[in-house]
């Protein structure tokens, strides 16, 4: 969804007083001078290798480029360091932004990213799964599991918060880009191409507070208390002689073959056949329960444990001060790029429209003239076939 030019420059009359911590484009080698791969995080063998890349379809210009995964079944890491520590009690809205292409089709993997707490003291060579992180967000696709992880770290509960309900997430070989804002007031939104997927209210979506009301400790269900909706009829009586009617009876149209030698084959009996009077295991008829109550409900009172927190949106309260890439993908391919770390929306589209929204409708051109070029080759190859199948058959 591009944006309007009008509303592009009300974008940019409004942005003028956005910070932005972050931005990456990865157009050329310089990169490496940003970024750094983990050392000490898993052995050499495991960690599969970055490299600069413009894709099978690209629809940018020559010197736009995006950061590609290259190895199968490998792990991926990579932090860089913001231009400018972030810090929620700035009471800021808080924007990360950045485009995903799985141009490989991918199966299994990960392509989330993360804000990193640490200051002076993160250790950009262990930066790993065990490294704390303030937010995950991003694409993780395996097999029928396609989702947009949005994952929130508790200060008070110190646990990492998965969103409630699942965001499904695009897996198709094309760009995309994704951005989550996170706001002071407690709320939040996920656009993917800058369509509006999910927003809400954190203590909706997120498990940062206790519940407001609590089962009553000192209320149980009744030991006379009669939840049983049917009852056994006690007026219905099993019928004189039901027991004696036998599951099989002897097949009543079956007859003794022809051929049958009583004195070489035995007696001959007739094949057994399902009764039709047999009803199976006798048992009363159900009838409504007089005394039926009803299922009991625990009743609830408040929570005493219960108490509102101003500050959920604080994932960064004592500063986040890297971004990092931490993966695991059995088919590599992915392309990172655009990625942009701010306080405004506005700033983030902008920023979007000059660069992955320049380049989409393009790209999607290029991929839809490759599938059909792919689709008419397969088709002469079916054809190609079917000839050489038929100078086999006059051979013959």
């Not at 480029?65 to 810090?87: H, V, W």
């Not at 924007?95 to 995903?100: K, L």
């Not at 519940?211 to 049917?230: M, R, V």
């Amino acid at each position: 969804m591009k944006i309007p030019t009008l509303a592009i420059a009300a974008l940019t009359i409004g942005s003028t007083a956005a910070e932005v911590y972050f931005k990456e484009q990865f157009n050329d080698d310089k990169w490496v001078d940003t970024w750094t791969i983990p050392k000490n995080w898993k052995p050499e063998s495991e960690m599969g290798e970055w490299k600069i890349s413009e894709g099978k379809f690209h629809g940018g210009d020559a010197n736009d480029k995006g950061l590609q995964t290259t190895q199968d079944a490998r792990f991926y890491g990579l932090s860089a360091k913001l231009s400018k520590e972030f810090n929620s009690s700035d009471s800021k809205d808080l924007v990360i932004q950045y485009s995903v292409k799985h141009e490989q089709g991918i199966d299994c993997g990960g392509a989330y990213i993360k804000l990193l707490p640490g200051g002076k003291q993160f250790d950009a060579d262990k930066f790993g799964g065990d490294t704390p992180y303030a937010i995950m967000f991003g694409p993780d696709i395996c097999g029928s599991t396609k989702r947009t992880h949005v994952i929130l770290h508790s200060d008070k509960k110190n646990d990492n918060l998965l969103i409630n309900k699942d965001i499904p997430c695009l897996s198709d070989e094309l760009s995309h880009i994704h951005t989550l804002v996170l706001k002071p007031d407690n709320t939040f939104e996920v656009f993917t191409d800058n369509k509006s997927v999910r927003k809400g209210k954190l203590e909706d979506e997120f498990n940062f507070l206790e519940p407001k009301e609590i089962k009553d400790p000192n209320e149980s269900k009744p030991t006379d208390w009669d939840d049983i909706p049917k009852i056994p009829d006690p007026n219905d009586v099993k019928p004189d002689g039901y027991d004696d009617i036998p599951e099989e009876i002897p097949d009543p149209t079956a007859t003794k073959p022809s051929d049958w030698d009583d004195e070489d084959d035995g007696e001959w009996e007739p094949p057994m056949v399902d009764n039709p009077e047999y009803d199976g295991p006798w048992a009363p008829k159900m009838i409504d329960n007089p005394n039926y109550q009803g299922k009991w409900v625990h009743p609830k009172i408040p929570n005493p444990d219960y108490e509102y927190d101003e500050k959920m949106y604080a994932v960064c309260k004592d500063g986040c001060s890297h971004v990092g890439f931490e993966l695991w993908q059995v088919k590599s391919g992915t392309i990172f790029d655009d990625i942009i770390i701010t306080d405004s929306l506005e700033e983030a589209q902008k920023f979007a429209e000059e660069t992955f929204f320049k380049k989409k409708d393009i790209e999607k051109e290029l991929y839809d003239a490759a599938q059909t070029i792919e689709s008419m080759e397969g088709d002469e190859y079916d054809e190609g076939e079917d000839d050489d199948d038929d100078g086999f058959a006059e051979e013959l």
